[in-house]
């Protein structure tokens, strides 16, 4: 089972301007393996494969020791692959699109400023060191050096590969990891549970996870840094410090955000052998086609699609590491479709009416509780029963 932990880290001066060289030649690679697959196409009709680029790399080191021949062998096979990825990627839209109209975007090159990981093997040209005793933990990468790295919570399993990668001014390291999973001891309890607006959570005996407050604090905030900025004279200095501000409060809401998701899923796992909830991963994706939380079409930009956007997002998120939490610890999660969970009455299947956000009213049973009806109907969905704690 693979896991992946995504940590900040901190290079020297001299270890960034290594590291962006790192980059740099990794890009020139993926652009010349890239053209010599353009070129074989367009003057033979030839496809060039990764093991015909890879067994080429041995010569292209040896002709370029200060450059290509410094790095990590096994990165650049890893450099290569992701161009073979992007290929097949590309034919498969290609053959999809065959007959019809639409055209297909051939696979381009990389500006340096985009190309912005490498992937090393573990043990191969890359080293992690975790923190131990209050230290920094370190990865180490061939041509760049040990590098330190903010470990915020423990790395569990063998680690595999290790990514460097670039975010703007900002390094971070991506550690994966292969993990046992650790079954934990049965609990007897099996629960819907339904992701909400006003609520974060209802699960379907009835427990509550409230939305954390820090998202109104950060809400305010970010709207007023937005409403500062569109503001601000373009291109004028303020306007530079707004947008660099308001970035930053993204920043700490989506930390904020991902560690109350790792919070509540661990709970959940723990005291659930089975949990079932809607699969909101894909929902969550077509949501932002309209404009990124980031970047705001004018659909989001509302305060109220503002508050809404800043929980979609989490959704999605939420239901990874719920997931991926269930998996190590042997539960079970099932995702169902998510359709008209909420307006169906538990009990008897009948259409309800929705007067307001928070409840629904069953022509035969009455008002009920929307979100709790929601996180039933998802427990029945799933089979999971009704999924109410059992009669004492
Ligand atoms: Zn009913």
């Not at 040209?125 to 923190?131: E, L, T």
């Not at 169906?344 to 049973?365: E, F, I, L, M, S």
């Amino acid at each position: 089972m693979k896991r992946a932990y995504k940590l900040r880290a901190y290079p020297t001066r001299r270890q960034e301007a290594r590291a962006a060289r790192l980059l740099a030649d990794h890009c020139d690679l993926y652009n010349a393996a890239l053209a010599e697959r353009r070129e074989a196409w367009r003057m033979r009709r030839v496809s060039v494969s990764y093991g015909d680029q890879s067994a080429q790399l041995k010569a292209i080191r040896a002709a370029d020791p200060g450059g290509q021949g410094r790095h990590s062998f096994t990165a650049q096979q890893q450099t290569l692959r992701r161009l073979n990825a992007t290929f097949a990627a590309y034919l498969k839209r290609a053959r999809g699109a065959k007959g019809k109209s639409r055209r297909v975007g051939y696979p381009r090159f990389k500006a340096y400023q985009r190309f912005d990981q490498v992937l090393f093997v573990a043990g191969d040209g890359a080293r992690w060191d975790p923190a131990e005793a209050g230290r920094w933990a370190h990865a180490s990468f061939q041509a760049v050096g040990r590098v330190k790295v903010g470990q915020h919570r423990p790395v569990l399993g063998r680690v595999k590969t290790l990514q460097l990668k670039r975010e703007s001014r900002r390094w971070y390291v991506i550690v994966v990891t292969d993990i046992e999973p650790v079954p934990l001891p049965a609990t007897g309890r099996s629960v819907g549970v339904d992701l909400g607006v006003a609520r974060f959570l209802t699960t379907s005996d009835g427990k509550v996870v409230a939305n954390p407050r820090f998202l109104d604090a950060a809400q305010e905030r970010i709207v007023d840094l937005q409403r500062r900025s569109a503001r601000a004279r373009p291109g004028s200095g303020n306007r530079r410090r707004l947008r660099r501000a308001l970035a930053k409060e993204w920043r700490k809401v989506r930390n904020q955000r991902r560690d109350f998701h790792h919070k509540t899923a661990h709970g959940l796992v723990d005291t659930c052998d089975m949990l079932a909830l809607e699969d909101l991963r894909v929902a969550a994706m077509t949501t932002s086609a309209a404009g990124t939380v980031e970047a705001p079409g004018r659909s989001v930009a509302a305060k109220a699609g503002l508050n809404r956007s800043i929980l979609d997002a989490g959704w999605g998120q939420f239901t990874s590491i719920l997931v991926a939490k269930a998996e190590s610890a042997g539960r079970r999660v099932v995702l169902v479709r998510p359709a008209f969970t909420s307006i169906d009455c538990h009990a008897c299947g009948a259409r309800c009416t929705r007067p307001r956000q928070d409840t629904v009213v069953c022509p035969v049973h009455g008002d009920l509780d929307a979100d709790l009806n929601g996180a039933r109907n998802i427990a029945t969905r799933a089979g999971l029963g009704s999924g109410q704690a059992p009669a004492a």
